[in-house]
Antibody, heavy 121, light 107 residues
Framework: EVQLMESGGGLVQPGGSLRLSCAAS????????MTWVRQAPGKGFDWVST????????NYADSVKGRFTISRDSSNNTLYLQMNSLRAEDTAKYYC??????????????WGQGTLVTVSS | DIQMTQSPSTLSASVGDRVTITCRAN??????LAWYQQKPGKAPKFLIY???SLESGVPSRFSGSGSGTEFTLSISSLQPDDFATYYC?????????FGQGTKVEIK
């Protein structure tokens, strides 16, 4: 059974940093693209970033480019999102999600429960 | 960015009803469209890809159709477990974008 468990969210001041983690199990992690998607309170979803199965291809939304870094560690089946220079508008629940294979096809067949990031002074 | 617009925003229906949700893109996305279901406090559940391909394990009462700029998600006979919010998502071009959601509530 595919399981994705996010952690690392919390309250951070504007300009601060956080690193989110997503522990994956139930599938061969290195064979699948992984993504982060966020959902602001009461709002819809915004795609944030995706990394290929091998980790050699990354893509970012313009709103986070240069501030966020996606990475993965296949030795411990974990996806990361390093978030720097955080802004109030980054406040959201962050979900990690799994793609259908190593390449980012753009849709995601399993999602975690999410971790809440609140950026506020 | 490609804008995705869903209608209606809220849909009131009864168990057994057939319901249809519409998703429109502001430019052609061919059939590069997915649908997800989300219940309060839960992870989204993947339903459909490539506009009409049902994900394994998803009940056959769910179906998707459309191409270009107009798409629909239909539920042939609404079940109690189907009351949720539904989102469409385009993956024709980065950044992938989602509709604002359609809440299916009990009439």
């Amino acid at each position: 059974e595919v399981q994705l468990m996010e952690s690392g969210g919390g309250l951070v001041q504007p300009g601060g940093s956080l690193r989110l983690s997503c522990a994956a199990s139930g599938f061969t992690f290195s064979n699948y693209a992984m993504t982060w998607v966020r959902q602001a309170p009461g709002k819809g979803f915004d795609w944030v970033s995706t990394i290929s199965g091998r980790g050699d291809i990354t893509n970012y939304a313009d709103s986070v480019k240069g501030r966020f870094t996606i990475s993965r560690d296949s030795s411990n089946n974990t996806l990361y999102l390093q978030m720097n220079s955080l802004r109030a508008e980054d406040t959201a629940k962050y979900y990690c999600a799994k793609g259908p294979d190593h390449y980012d096809h753009g849709y995601y067949d399993h999602w975690g429960q999410g971790t809440l990031v609140t950026v506020s002074s | 960015d490609i804008q995705m617009t869903q209608s209606p925003s809220t849909l009131s229906a009864s168990v057994g009803d057939r319901v249809t949700i519409t998703c429109r893109a502001n430019q052609s996305i061919y059939t590069w469209l997915a649908w997800y279901q989300q219940k309060p406090g839960k992870a989204p559940k993947f339903l459909i890809y490539k506009a009409s391909s049902l994900e394994s394990g998803v009940p056959s009462r769910f179906s998707g159709s459309g191409s270009g700029t107009e798409f629909t998600l239909s539920i042939s006979s609404l079940q109690p477990d189907d009351f949720a919010t539904y989102y469409c998502q385009q993956y024709n071009d980065y950044p992938w974008t989602f509709g604002q959601g359609t809440k299916v509530e009990i009439k």
